[in-house]
């Protein structure tokens, strides 16, 4: 017989608990993550407060879970991932994780020609990594220029002014890695 809807609400509590103590994670670290006070955690856990969706979703985040997780919700019986592909400037990133926060993997397809006559680089905070699946990618890196080919990962410190292409022939696949902002996730490399 399926739990009843106060069954859920009294047993999230608990679960809220044992993801901290799992995490290792104090109600004031938690109170800072997410903006919840530290009484107001206390007694969601314990019971005292009944869970709202308000409440919950950056519990969620901050312990980077899925929402049905924390309240119990049946299994979906199925693990793949059906991702809808996103298009923009050319490119195709296609998704290849969905759980909310932490590290989300893309795989994208850069168009040979990749960005056309933008070759202006940028710079901006946190360190880019990424995996050539196939083709190549050309990475101009300050005043170096690299091919970057099938099987080659490359990272870099991004505040380096850096810009990227498809130099081609054909399309070149990427994976790429992000973290809980939408910045690049890194694999710091040590340096020589």
Sequence with gaps: MANTFE???????ARLRSLRVERGTTLAQL????GISVSTLSRLESGGRRPTLEL???L???HQVQ???LVDAPPTGDPRIYAKPIKRHGTVHIPLSRR????QAFKQILPEGYPGNDVEQKTHEGYDWFYVLSGRIRLRLGDQDFIVKEGEVAEFDCRVPHWFSNPGPGPTEVLCLYGPQGERMHVRARTR
């Design 7 to 13: 069954d859920v609400l009294e047993s999230v509590g």
């Design 31 to 34: 109170s800072e993550a997410t």
């Design 56 to 58: 919950l979703l950056p």
């Design 60 to 62: 969620a985040r901050a």
């Design 67 to 69: 929402l049905d997780e």
């Design 100 to 103: 909310p926060g932490g590290l």
